[in-house]
């Protein structure tokens, strides 16, 4: 009886110590691809941030068009346009800030 029992002792440690250099760390060709994947992700982090950066001043260009527009308005019916000029621009404004707030979010991690 004792010696079944050692010998489930020394598979049970031989099981163990596999299991232990399984788990410490993957292969080295493994590791490598990881790093190379990981790699391009500040890459497109930072091409992200910079069309935020981008696409809200665009924004804000294009609701500095539409504030002009309402302002050379004229007439009755110029003003119920200029309004819907003024409200669009408000809209891209605030999505200009949006933008600016989100590229500045990624830019910081």
């Known amino acids: 009886m004792r010696c079944g029992?050692?010998?489930?002792?020394?598979?049970s440690s031989t099981t163990a110590q596999d299991a232990g250099a399984r788990g410490q760390a993957p292969h080295l060709p493994v590791r490598i691809a990881?790093?190379?994947?990981?790699?391009p992700f500040p890459v497109g982090h930072f091409l992200i941030g910079a069309l935020f950066f981008v696409g809200a001043f665009a924004l804000i260009a294009f609701a500095g068009m539409e504030m002009w527009d309402a302002h050379r308005a004229a007439g009755r019916a110029a003003v119920f346009a200029a309004r819907r000029w003024l409200l669009g621009s408000v809209a891209l404004l605030t999505i200009?800030?949006?933008a600016l707030e989100l590229g500045q979010t990624i830019f910081e991690e």
């Open 5 to 11: 029992g050692a010998g489930l002792q020394a598979e």
């Open 34 to 39: 990881i790093h190379l994947l990981l790699k």
């Open 96 to 98: 200009a800030v949006a």
